[in-house]
């Protein structure tokens, strides 16, 4: 990989020249890019704040949330509301061990190159070889797994305007995640002058969901509110786990739903201040969705219907369009789902634009098969990587096709994310703090002190939230149409990194 030679001071200066001649960058990011060996050839449009909304934009809260209700109603209302608070704080120690990272070294391809910066040189290669596999699958499998969202989001805004009175296939799922798949290929390569201003729309558009969803809901149920016992302390166990580990399952939605937050890395080649940018970017992202979320947690829990299992059969197809439905009756079901799968679809895009400067970044370093195809930036389009966007479509729509099996079958793209991208951020904070902790260097950023505890503390998370993953969600028996293929994908994406590389791209 590219991290093994450094570019010569004469190289680094006209790649410096070049970038700031084509006004892609400043001289403070185009000189902290070429000390890292690459040169620049993004064009630096998105601020602090656009670098938070497109992380912020990618978590997509209440949609999120709404899309991974599965995981968090089994376990009861107490279940959905604590397990949403003590994941979200564990993950904010997570960002804060990745904003140490992300402000000392901002490159696109981070996790990746952190890895084979901090490793040992016997492992380095080739753990930053499985951490870039890791990363680009859990970023495409977020990808799959928005889509797929927004698939179901948009399929029950038809089944509710038609009282129930349809029933969609697997297939009928399948088209419109295509559609969807496309749909944001082609905005993703023709917005980009834009993109960055589009991120405050879609932060604005998360906000309007929430106030709505957290005003329109208790008005809705002002005579069927549950009482605050109902909220905080009713445990249930809707799976045939014990049911402390349907309450461990359940942290599987804010895991999921705020799990997108290295987005900020991938687009650091495309901040301006990246070494501040950055890593504010992911805290701001992570402390938003910790509060918010909290907040639309209870709000659900204090109006959702007593009968949590109806919720989960609903035949809307999605517990969130019945709780609207209970709430505030068609009309406003109907109006408020709408907007939460244009929000949806607003994150699927993010997601796209972030996954593919990581897959963009790995190819530039000549780790992924046609490389020199994929990495190619489109100057005509406005330095974008196209090929590489194009690239993520593809996969995407492959692994899509879960879809086709059966609705427990396409979960398993939740967890991919979680799996893929788990691993991935959790490699080069251990690498750090086991090999690396004297070629540190901080950045604006830093957490002092508190830097190795809290990068200890954020490896065991992910440990568990990766294991954590490969569980089927019902039950410890599951027959092929309820399985848990999370195991098989990510087993097989590791597994064949690892072997590609010693096999043959070692030999580099």
């Known amino acids: 990989m590219s991290g093994d030679s450094s570019p010569t001071e004469k190289e680094r200066k006209s790649s410096h020249t070049a970038s700031l001649a084509e006004g892609l960058a400043n001289n403070d990011d185009a000189a902290m890019l070429a000390k890292l060996g690459y040169k620049q050839e993004l064009r630096r449009n ?8 497109i992380a912020f934009s990618i978590i997509g809260l209440l949609p999120s949330i709404a899309a991974t209700l599965t995981y968090s109603i089994p376990a009861g209302p107490a279940g959905m509301v604590w397990s949403w608070f003590l994941a979200c704080m564990f993950i904010f120690i997570v960002g804060l061990a990745m904003a140490d990272l992300g402000s000392a070294m901002p490159t696109s391809g981070g996790l990746y190159w952190w890895t084979h910066f901090f490793a040992a040189p016997k492992y380095r290669n080739a753990l930053s070889f499985l951490v870039g596999y890791s990363n680009t699958l859990g970023l495409v499998g977020g990808l799959c797994s928005v889509d797929y969202g927004f698939s179901l989001m948009f399929i029950a805004v038809i089944v509710i305007a038609r009282d129930g009175n349809w029933t969609p296939s697997n297939g009928d799922v399948y088209a419109v995640f295509l559609c969807t798949v496309l749909c944001h290929g082609i905005l993703a390569s023709t917005l980009s002058k834009v993109m960055g201003k589009l991120q405050t729309v879609f932060v604005v558009m998360n906000f309007v969901l929430i106030f ?4 329109a809901l208790p008005i809705g149920r002002a005579h069927h509110r549950n009482d605050a016992a109902f909220i905080f302390a009713k445990l249930e166990n809707l799976t045939t786990w014990p049911k402390g580990w349907t309450f461990m399952l359940a942290w599987l939605s804010p895991i999921w739903s705020v799990g997108a937050f290295d987005s900020c890395v991938h687009m650091s080649e495309e ?5 501040r940018a950055v890593p504010y970017g992911i805290l701001m992202a992570i402390g938003s969705a910790w509060f918010f979320g909290f907040i639309i947690v209870i709000v659900i829990a204090a109006t959702m219907s007593p009968n949590a299992a109806s ?3 609903s035949k809307f197809g999605q517990p969130m369009a019945q709780i609207y ?3 505030i009756g068609k009309s406003g079901a109907l109006a408020l789902m709408t907007l939460l799968f244009c929000v949806q679809f607003m994150t699927g895009l993010s997601i796209l634009v972030a996954v593919s400067r990581q897959s963009w970044a790995f190819s530039r370093d000549g780790a992924l098969p046609l490389s020199r195809y994929i990495r190619v930036v489109s100057t005509r389009l406005g330095y974008i990587p196209f090929r590489a966007i194009w690239f993520c479509v593809t996969i995407a729509i492959l692994l899509g096709l879960l879809c086709l099996i059966a609705p427990a079958a ?3 793209l939740f967890s991919l994310a979680v799996a893929g991208n788990n691993l991935a951020f959790g490699m080069p904070i251990f690498c750090r703090v086991v090999w690396g902790q004297k070629k540190f260097r901080p950045g ?3 957490t002092g002190r508190f830097s190795v505890p809290l990068a200890w503390t954020a490896v065991v998370f992910l440990v568990f939230g990766t294991t954590l993953a490969m569980f089927p969600a019902g039950g410890p028996n599951p027959s092929p149409a309820n399985m848990n293929y999370t195991v098989v994908i990510n087993g097989a994406v590791w597994g064949g990194a690892l072997a590609y590389y010693f096999i043959d791209a070692r030999k580099w």
């Open 46 to 53: 998105f601020t602090m704040f656009e670098i938070f909304g």
């Open 212 to 215: 709505a969803t957290i005003i």
């Open 271 to 275: 901040a301006t201040n990246a070494a």
């Open 311 to 313: 919720l989960l059969g």
């Open 325 to 327: 439905y209970d709430a």
């Open 410 to 412: 396409a979960l398993a």
């Open 444 to 446: 604006p950023f830093h």
